[in-house]
C-alpha cells in the first residue's frame, strides 16, 4: 500500500469504502470518515483509534461541501488522498422505468462525486501533489439492459474522473479510477452474482492500484474479459443476457 498520511473516504459505513477507512487507519492514515449512518461510523471510529474522525453527511447536500472539505482538511492537518466510494444501486426490475430510483442515483453516485472531487482537484492542482480515487465498476463499460442508469452513471464517473487526470497529471497529481467486479456488499446482497469477491480483498487490491494514475481493473481476467464485453457489437449484445 502507498504511504498516505492524511485521508478523506466518502461512503465510509460499509462495503468497499468502510473497508479502504479501515486499512487506510491501521496503516497509520489520519482519516475522516464521511456517510449518511452516524451509528455505522462512530462503531467504527471508535474501532480503529483517536486518529479516524467521523463526520455524517448526505452526498447530495452539496452546498456544504466546500465549508466541510476545508473543515475536514483543516482538522487532519493536509490531505494526500481523497477516496469517492458514495454509490446508490436499487433494485430495478427489467421492464421497469422508475425516474425516483434513476435521480438517486446520479445524485450520488456522480453529481455526489463531482462536488467532492472538484473540491480536491482544486486543492491538489495548487499543492502538486495528491491522490483521487474513485470506485466505479465494470458496469460502466456498456449499456446493460438491466441497469440502464446505474451503467450510465458509472460511465460518467469514468470519464469525468479521466476528465481530471488529464487535466490534472501535469500537476504531478493522480487520479485513478478502479473499476471492480462482483464485490460481496449490502449493495449486491440481493442479486444473483457467482463468486463475489471479499470487500476487504478489494479494499486491499484497490489501494494497491493507488499507486499508478490511470483506470484499472482488480483482476487480470477482468481486464480480458471487459476487453471482450466492450467490442461485443450492439446488435450481438442486445441478444446476451449479461
Known amino acids: 500500500?502507498?504511504?498516505?498520511?492524511?485521508?478523506?473516504?466518502?461512503?465510509?459505513?460499509?462495503?468497499?469504502?468502510?473497508?479502504?477507512?479501515?486499512?487506510?487507519?491501521?496503516?497509520?492514515?489520519?482519516?475522516?470518515?464521511?456517510?449518511?449512518?452516524?451509528?455505522?461510523?462512530?462503531?467504527?471510529?471508535?474501532?480503529?483509534?483517536?486518529?479516524?474522525?467521523?463526520?455524517?453527511?448526505?452526498?447530495?447536500?452539496?452546498?456544504?461541501?466546500?465549508?466541510?472539505?476545508?473543515?475536514?482538511?483543516?482538522?487532519?492537518?493536509?490531505?494526500?488522498?481523497?477516496?469517492?466510494?458514495?454509490?446508490?444501486?436499487?433494485?430495478?426490475e427489467v421492464d421497469e422505468f422508475n425516474f425516483e430510483k434513476d435521480r438517486k442515483m446520479v445524485e450520488v453516485n456522480d453529481l455526489g462525486a463531482v462536488a467532492w472531487l472538484n473540491q480536491a482537484a482544486a486543492r491538489f492542482q495548487k499543492t502538486n501533489h495528491g491522490t483521487i480515487l474513485g470506485i466505479g465498476s465494470v458496469a460502466g463499460d456498456r449499456g446493460r439492459m438491466k441497469q440502464p442508469v446505474y451503467n450510465a452513471s458509472k460511465a460518467f464517473l469514468h470519464t469525468y474522473l479521466e476528465a481530471l487526470r488529464n487535466r490534472l497529471s501535469r500537476h504531478g497529481v493522480k487520479v485513478v479510477t478502479v473499476k471492480p467486479g462482483p464485490v460481496r456488499t449490502e449493495m449486491t446482497a440481493g442479486l444473483e452474482v457467482s463468486n463475489p469477491m471479499d470487500a476487504s480483498l478489494a479494499a486491499s487490491l484497490i489501494l494497491k492500484k493507488a499507486r499508478r494514475n490511470g483506470e484499472h481493473y482488480l483482476l487480470p481476467t477482468h481486464a480480458v474479459a471487459f476487453l471482450i464485453i466492450r467490442n461485443i457489437p450492439s446488435w450481438i449484445f442486445r441478444r446476451l443476457n449479461i
Open 1 to 92: 500500500m502507498p504511504t498516505f498520511k492524511h485521508a478523506i473516504v466518502i461512503g465510509a459505513s460499509s462495503g468497499i469504502g468502510r473497508e479502504i477507512a479501515r486499512q487506510l487507519a491501521e496503516s497509520g492514515c489520519s482519516v475522516a470518515i464521511l456517510a449518511r449512518r452516524k451509528e455505522r461510523l462512530d462503531e467504527l471510529a471508535s474501532a480503529l483509534g483517536e486518529r479516524v474522525y467521523a463526520y455524517e453527511h448526505d452526498v447530495t447536500d452539496y452546498e456544504s461541501v466546500p465549508a466541510l472539505f476545508q473543515e475536514i482538511t483543516g482538522r487532519l492537518g493536509g490531505l494526500d488522498l481523497v477516496v469517492y466510494a458514495s454509490g446508490q444501486m436499487p433494485e430495478v
